[in-house]
């Protein structure tokens, strides 16, 4: 069965330290989110891409973040200067036409210390 | 704005009897639709089961089925014949109906352990 890809599984890095977590959707589907879950809360919506551009945010997703799909297949996320709060679990997730058909993958846990 | 809440943060279950995990939700939508989603150790989020709101008949998936209560915004999972492998994350979800992108809003989750 098809699959999402995250890598790296974890990463730690310093607080003001850029960081670029990669997915890789599921190769016909067309709509990409991104999702991070904060220990201990509940996962929570960041930011859907479609057709190569955002198409919708939430506010967590300030001018520290970015997303962008490089190469038609990877879908990355990027934390511009990272603090202590960032730190959580992200996940990828994507969709191809279908209302409910979401696919998310193992998530990419980062730490800021 | 749409809320989901799980009351129970944490469940337990003998293996091979019935649980069943609460869910209920805020939303002035009429049509949308509910999930649960399961989140094993291993981290990745699979999709247990989920409901048109339009419907009116529960969703059923073997051995987990819902109890969908749209006049109350209530979602409940009946997990039967509990097994070890069911241990995990249980997640409820909600997307709205409109357009096909929709992101998924979650509730906090219920950990649910399952006892040989």
């Known amino acids: 069965e098809p699959e999402v890809t995250q890598t790296p599984s974890h990463q730690v890095t310093q607080m003001g330290q850029e960081v670029i977590l990669r997915c890789v959707p599921i190769?016909?589907?067309?709509?990409f989110y991104w999702y991070r879950q904060i220990l201990g809360q509940k996962v929570e919506f960041l930011v859907s891409?479609?057709?190569?551009?955002?198409?919708?945010k939430s506010e967590i997703f300030d001018d520290q973040f970015s997303v962008e799909r490089p190469d038609g297949s990877n879908f990355t996320l990027k934390i511009r200067s990272t603090k202590l709060e960032d730190s959580a679990m992200y996940f990828c997730?994507?969709?191809?036409?279908?209302?409910?058909?979401?696919?998310f993958g193992s998530g990419t846990r980062l730490t800021v210390v | 704005a749409q809320t989901v809440t799980q009351s129970q943060p944490e469940m337990s279950v003998q293996e091979a009897e019935t649980v069943t995990l609460s869910c209920t939700y805020d939303?002035?939508?009429?049509?949308?639709?509910l999930f649960w989603y399961k989140q094993p150790p291993s981290r990745q989020m699979i999709l247990v089961i989920r409901?048109?709101?339009?419907?009116?008949q529960n969703a059923t998936e073997n051995r987990f089925s819902v109890n969908f209560q749209k006049a109350a915004k209530s979602f409940s999972l009946k997990i039967s014949d509990s097994q070890l492998g069911d241990a995990a994350m249980y997640f409820c979800?909600?997307?709205?109906?409109?357009?096909?992108?929709?992101?998924?809003?979650f509730g906090k989750g219920t950990k649910l352990s399952v006892k040989p």
């Open positions: 997730a994507s969709k191809g036409d279908s209302l409910y058909g979401y696919t």
């Open positions: 190769s016909n589907h067309l709509y």
């Open positions: 891409f479609y057709n190569n551009e955002i198409s919708e």
């Open positions: 939303t002035s939508e009429s049509d949308y639709y």
């Open positions: 409901q048109e709101a339009y419907k009116q």
């Open positions: 979800a909600y997307r709205g109906y409109g357009g096909s992108q929709g992101n998924l809003i």
